[in-house]
């Protein structure tokens, strides 16, 4: 079956500082990949996503790419702030070839800690 | 904006009840899910359904069931509310198979005592 692999934490960093979240998958068929992130109290929401190899998702400074080969859509920023403390999660959606789709598989999540 | 609305923030509910968890959404989205989240497992599904009076069982079924008599609601319900129950609940909307941005509800903790 499909399933997300990501680095749990808590990863605390310094404000400013680079921040790598790695996520690797496994999928039988063709998935759409994406960064959600769930602010304190919150539910989740969208950050990012790409639907097909070597397409680049971005949004608020975070940027991912997906790569087939590696099979991995690791979560990047150049310079961290307070705000962006929270869990990270991510997750696939894979579509078989008559184009049908389950659910999102999500990996357990990553807590983000940015310490000023 | 596409609003997921779900009926309770908390509950608190005996071991042994009946518990329906209840989600509206207001954008006429086909798709919509339910999963719950817990520490250190992440979101799983439980239930989805693609379709009025449609449903999937999703990686965790046993326990519960689901209704979705219209297209903006999907009930989950907890046949006999155990313990090991107890956990976030999270109901989520999509437009449709091929777009497949999820919107999630701010979800519901659920305590079985």
């Known amino acids: 079956g499909d399933s997300v692999t990501q680095m749990e934490g808590p990863v605390t960093l310094s404000e400013e500082a680079f921040l790598t979240i790695n996520c690797t998958y496994t999928?039988?068929?063709?998935?759409?990949l994406f960064w959600y992130v769930q602010y304190p109290g919150e539910g989740l929401q969208l950050l990012l996503k790409a639907t097909k190899a070597d397409d680049k998702g971005s949004n608020k400074g975070f940027e991912a790419t997906y790569r087939k080969e590696t099979t991995s859509f690791h979560l990047e920023k150049g310079s961290v702030q307070v705000s962006d403390s929270a869990v990270y999660f991510c997750?696939?959606?894979?579509?078989?070839?008559?184009?049908?789709?389950?659910?999102?598989?999500f990996g357990k999540g990553t807590h983000l800690i940015i310490q000023p | 904006d596409v609003k997921v609305t779900q009926s309770s923030r908390y509950l608190v509910k005996r071991t042994g009840e009946k518990v329906f968890l209840e989600c509206v959404q207001d954008m006429d989205h086909e798709n919509m899910f339910w999963y719950r989240q817990d520490p250190g497992l992440g979101l799983r599904l439980i239930y989805f359904?693609?379709?009025?009076?449609?449903?999937e069982k999703g990686d965790i079924p046993e326990g519960y069931s689901v209704s979705r008599e219209k297209k903006e609601r999907f009930s989950l319900i907890l046949e006999s509310a155990s313990t090991n129950q107890t956990s976030m609940y999270l109901c989520?909307?999509?437009?449709?198979?091929?777009?497949?941005?999820?919107?999630f509800g701010q979800g519901t903790r659920l305590t079985v005592v």
């Open positions: 989520a909307s999509s437009l449709g198979a091929m777009n497949t941005e999820a919107f």
């Open positions: 997750a696939l959606i894979d579509f078989y070839s008559g184009g049908g789709a389950d659910g999102l598989t």
């Open positions: 359904s693609y379709d009025v009076k449609m449903k």
């Open positions: 999928a039988t068929g063709y998935p759409s």
